[in-house]
């Protein structure tokens, strides 16, 4: 499979497994003009073979539309990609010596950027010091966010680079004071290194079967040159398509820059690991209820002045009071402009983690889509994880409520918010069909469809995400074992050959099983990856 196609070329992609609604037992399928023309069997492939530029021997390989990632922050993702990262220190005097290592390997770099500590994995739950990092970077300015990305730790020479007065305390820092350290970080970043981070990052996307990623940019978190030029970089067509989302209540901003809506990362409260998600009742083990930096009142009128300029608005909701603050300010809007309307501007939250059957049921009557990362509860989740350790087991147990979601009707878009989380397509998909709170599992299939169709729907197009005639050839090739049919209880069967299931097939995700290898990434029609000796 050397053969790299364009969106001109017709290419008939034969012998092997496609994953099609069309036809559950396809083994072949023509592109032509960036679309797909057809699907079917290997026999009725023949009345193609004269008539393509190329084709594709898939020798049994699978056919699947490309994922969609509906939550990444591109740059970030590339720089942890390409700097330091930290996830898997094991200890605070683990990841200090990361710190120095890499601080004498990068001698010319105005400042020093990592990410993914988090203390609660560390045997002492401490976070490295100010004076600490001072003394691991030489004096030499240092942003370290946490793994959550909503605090970080940094060092007395990044604060000097802070515009104003920031708070100076030796611990991490949550809020506006955390905005400013990043705002200074990232400001000091230049322009080659951060195209070579958003290279980096998409060329890693493409070769994990990505074809979409949603960027969720704003002024607290990126830049507005950050945002355009990743959209003059994708525009491209060497990479995954990019969908750009600007976190900031100007809609005129959010269109001027490219934005097909004023969303994504509109902070109502920050993460739960930082304790800054915004609860109903104290965190277990703080005696707070986290940080709310939007109201009702202000979601309301984001969503009105959204609806009417026919933008998406958006925004990131963790704890259960946050989560209220956007269904009552949602329900607020709709009073004012139609819930029909509302309805069909297909609002969005992200992240929605704490939710109710109230909640719930409000999500779906609202036509909210939620964001979620089903990863977050492979991380976090269980007894004895981050999310018991803040909101004791009980609450804990409540958390990401998929199964709750797919049964209401709620239209649900996966992403990973890397590098809060890995980009790891298949991984969550297995994370939302193994959830940790079995009552919250869904099927492999529901999860599949969440993050291919899913994120298409949460952009406003119903006609992609899925290999049928018609639809944008955005698709991905693995090399996989047998394919099966998964039920939410975790029952696997194989494929059924009965043609009334209308049921393909999906490869077995259970734990502890190796997951698919992307051999070929097509977006539109175009080759943006295509694994080496394949």
């Known amino acids: 499979m050397s053969e790299t196609t364009t969106p001109s070329t017709t290419v008939l992609l034969r012998r092997g497994e496609v994953h099609s609604p069309a036809d559950p037992f396809a083994t072949a399928m023509v592109v032509e003009r960036g679309q797909v023309a057809w699907v079917g069997s290997e026999g009725a492939a023949d009345a193609f073979a004269d008539g393509v530029d190329e084709v594709i021997d898939l020798d049994g390989a699978l056919v699947t539309p490309a994922f969609t990632d509906a939550h990444v922050h591109t740059t970030s993702t590339g720089l942890a990609l390409t700097g330091l990262d930290l996830s898997g220190a094991p200890t605070r005097e683990a990841a200090l ?13 105005r400042v ?26 030489g004096g030499r300015p240092l942003y370290l966010s946490r793994i959550d990305v909503h605090s970080a730790v ?26 400013a350290v990043r705002a200074a970080a990232l400001g000091a970043v230049a322009y080659a290194q951060r195209t070579e981070a958003q290279r980096a990052a998409l060329a890693h996307a493409a070769s994990l079967g990505i074809g979409t ?4 940019a704003g002024p607290e978190i990126s830049s507005e040159d950050d945002l355009t030029g990743l959209l003059r970089l994708a525009a491209e067509g060497t990479g995954p398509r990019v969908i750009g989302y600007w976190a900031e209540q100007d809609v005129d901003k959010a269109r001027e820059l490219g ?31 986290g940080t709310a930096y939007l109201d009702a009142a202000a ?38 402009v139609g819930l029909a309307r509302v309805r069909a501007a297909r609002h969005r939250v992200e992240h929605a983690e704490m939710m109710t059957p109230e909640t719930v049921a409000a ?15 492979a991380l976090w989740g269980g007894e004895d994880g981050m999310y018991a350790q803040r909101l004791g087991a009980e609450r804990a147990r409540t958390l990401n409520p998929f199964a709750a979601l797919v049964r209401a009707g709620v ?9 809060v989380t890995p980009l790891d397509p298949w991984g969550t998909v297995r994370a939302a069909a193994f959830h940790r709170t079995p009552e919250h599992r869904i099927s492999v299939r529901a999860a599949f469809a969440a993050h291919t169709r899913g994120g298409w729907r949460a952009v406003g197009r119903d006609d992609a995400g899925l290999l049928v005639p018609g639809a944008p050839a955005d698709y991905a090739v693995w090399r996989t074992g047998e394919l099966v049919v998964q039920a939410p209880d975790d029952r696997v069967a194989r494929w059924s050959t009965d043609p009334r299931s209308g049921t393909p097939g999906l490869p077995d995700l259970s734990p502890g099983g190796d997951l698919p290898v992307c051999l070929r990434t097509v977006v539109g029609g175009r080759t943006v990856f295509v694994r080496p000796g394949e």
């Open 213 to 216: 990623v949603h960027e969720c």
């Open 363 to 377: 999500f779906a009557e609202l036509g909210l889509t939620a964001s979620v990362q089903p990863a977050f509860d």
């Open 411 to 419: 239209p649900l878009a996966f992403g990973s918010d890397s590098p």
């Open 259 to 289: 934005a097909v809506g004023a969303a994504g990362d509109l902070f109502l409260d920050g993460a739960l690991g930082s304790h800054t998600a915004c609860l109903h009742q104290p965190y277990a083990d703080a005696d707070h209820t």
């Open 154 to 179: 940094v060092t007395t020479a990044l604060l000097d680079l802070v515009p104003g007065d920031v708070i100076r305390v030796d611990g991490p820092l949550t809020a506006d004071a955390h905005h």
């Open 299 to 336: 979601v309301a009128a984001h969503v009105v002045a959204c609806t009417e300029a026919g933008l998406q608005a958006g925004f990131h909701a963790i704890g259960d009071a946050a989560v209220t603050a956007v269904v009552q300010g949602v329900r607020a809007a709709a009073d004012k």
């Open 97 to 109: 010596a990361l710190v120095q290592d890499f601080a004498a390997t990068r001698p010319d770099d």
């Open 112 to 137: 020093l950027l990592g990410h993914g500590w988090d203390a609660s994995r560390w045997p002492d739950r401490q976070p490295p010091t100010r004076a600490e990092l001072d003394a691991a970077t």
